[in-house]
């Protein structure tokens, strides 16, 4: 969403490293570039005046020029006031203290309000409450019939005592407010935790649409009132959520379509219009899509550093601990990584969502957008479907592959022998690596790599070459002529690497990993290479 945004910003900031010292036109020049990259990004002109004056103010004074890196502190500026104006801090939904906690949605039509409705529900499921959703929208065609839909998907039941307009023209029957009412009533009933209400909207603010939603709100009592809003309308959304504060006066913010390709003016500028949280963000069409909105990641990911507790909470809630320490074990004790131990890593790997979105996350990885959006995420599945065609004898010992049983394998997924062949080189690779850290060598340097960052599958990205001991079989400096010396020597480099530090267990599946840093620039150019066929 913020690409642009984010390009710009950088950009701007790469005149200021490595200063010294900042003189006032320094700082002019940067503020001058920032307004115009959030002008450019349609963010409200009192937003970016706000927002540019505070950092022109804070950047003349002492705490730039006292530092020792003038131009880190003024992106540390920047950064902290995005977060301020992003909100500061998320703020958890308020829930009731007795009965069930009331959530009405409120938007214009076609911003996304039924499918967040299951969204949320999906969310609020998995947190432990038992939602119910009330189909209040009983004027959009067929919205009622979609909210049944979104229920069954989130495995959410559905309140909709009224089937609404099914097609164009035809006359609204049923009453939105008793619907809610009658949500309410069944919800206290059957004692669900959380009740939410999807109400109806228009294709612009209109009177009737306010006085409809004003009506439910005084007739349920609700919560939370959330204004649903289209990240990608820009400063017309601000109009929007202004006429909405003052007609139905909503408690939160959810941005929907964050995925699209906007401009990002509209998630600047709502919080500091409107002084209402920005509580969720949706990020795109499947159920999962769907994140608590953290200011300060946020800011992190428009000014390229990443983020990352986002990625670690996706891989927390896709990765089987039972199946990690399983993994930690083996590595451990020394035996073999397998393909099946592989393909049970890369389900996982799937169940955290888009590559190319946990690829973003990681800092600096700006400069890759390119790469990252050609990035192909069905090599994936064509690997799965290689591994899933051998036998689990084949993804045990790889080295009974012949050519006959390369070939019914190749068939058997729908790829070339080629494809077979390059899978179980890679694998080899990886092998060698999972034996090296085994024996407490490290991340070796593998066949390939040409002197870049280490990594399993020929190049994947990974941290700063280890700077513990390599594995036993490396060469030996200034190996001696006789035979007998020779031999000693070998057994002496044998024995540090045996005695060297060991990696904590498992450290190759999330299981006391060691901080690296990460730099972008050792990625290749084609990321699709990580699982080419």
Do not use: C
Not at 23 to 47: F, K, S, W
Not at 89 to 99: D, M, Q, S, T, V
Not at 231 to 256: K, R, S, Y
């Amino acid at each position: 969403m913020f690409a642009n945004l984010s390009d710009r910003l950088t950009a701007t900031f790469k005149g200021l490293r490595g200063k010294g010292r900042l003189t006032e036109a320094d700082i002019d020049g940067t503020i001058r570039e920032i307004r115009r990259a959030l002008l450019d990004a349609d963010v409200a002109v009192p937003v970016v005046r706000t927002f540019t004056g505070n950092i022109r103010e804070r950047a003349l004074g002492a705490e730039v020029s006292g530092a020792l890196n003038p131009g880190e502190q003024v992106v540390k500026i920047v950064n902290e006031e995005l977060i301020a104006i992003l909100g500061g801090e998320a703020r958890p939904l308020r829930h009731a203290k007795n009965g069930p906690t009331v959530i009405m949605l409120a938007g214009l039509q076609g911003v996304g309000k039924t499918t967040l409705a299951g969204k949320l529900a999906h969310y609020l499921k998995g947190q432990g409450q038992t939602p119910l959703l009330v189909a209040a929208d009983l004027q959009r065609p067929n919205a009622v019939n979609q909210l049944q839909v979104v229920g069954e998907r989130a495995g959410v039941p559905v309140f909709a005592p009224e089937p609404g307009v099914t097609r164009e023209g035809e006359r609204v029957r049923g009453n939105p407010v008793k619907v809610a009412k009658k949500g309410l009533k069944e919800a206290e009933a059957r004692q669900y935790s959380v009740v939410i209400v999807d109400t109806a909207g228009r294709l612009g603010v209109d009177q009737e649409l306010m006085k409809q939603a004003a009506d439910i709100r005084k007739a349920i009592e609700p919560d939370e009132v959330l204004f649903t809003i289209d990240a990608m309308i820009g400063q017309d959304a601000v109009a929007t959520a202004t006429a909405f504060q003052e007609g139905v006066d909503f408690t939160g913010v959810v941005l929907t379509k964050l995925d699209g390709d906007t401009r990002g003016g509209a998630a600047l500028s709502v919080r500091e219009v409107t002084g209402r949280p920005i509580l969720f963000a949706s990020t795109g069409e499947k159920l999962d899509d769907f994140e608590v909105f953290h200011p300060d990641r946020m800011a992190g990911r428009i000014l390229d550093m990443g983020d990352i507790l986002t990625l670690i909470e996706q891989a927390e809630k896709a990765f089987d601990q039972q199946e990690a320490q399983r993994m930690a074990d083996k590595v451990t004790k020394g035996e073999d990584f397998t393909l099946t131990d592989f393909l049970s890593q890369m389900q996982q790997l799937k169940n955290m969502g888009s590559m190319k979105k946990m690829l973003g996350m990681l800092p600096g990885m700006g400069q890759m957008r390119d790469q990252i959006e050609n990035f192909d995420e069905r090599e994936l599945v064509r690997t799965e479907a290689i591994i899933q065609s051998m036998t689990p004898a084949e993804r045990d010992n790889p080295k009974i592959l012949n050519g006959s049983r390369r070939s019914r394998i190749a068939a058997g997924s729908g790829m070339q022998v080629s494809d077979v062949n390059s899978l179980v080189k890679r694998f080899e690779d990886a092998q060698k690596m999972m034996r090296a850290m085994a024996q407490g060598g490290g991340m070796p340097q593998l066949p390939g790599q040409g002197g870049g960052a280490p990594g399993a599958w020929g190049g994947m990205p990974g941290g700063k070459k280890s700077k513990g001991k390599q594995a036993p079989q490396r060469k030996v400096k200034g190996k001696s002529g006789n035979p007998a010396k020779r031999a000693q020597q070998e057994a002496a480099a044998r024995n540090r690497a045996a005695n060297g530090p060991a990696q904590p267990a498992g450290s190759a599946f999330g299981l006391g990993q060691q901080e690296q840093d990460f730099d972008p620039s050792q990625l290749d150019s084609d990321l699709g290479k990580y699982l080419k066929r």
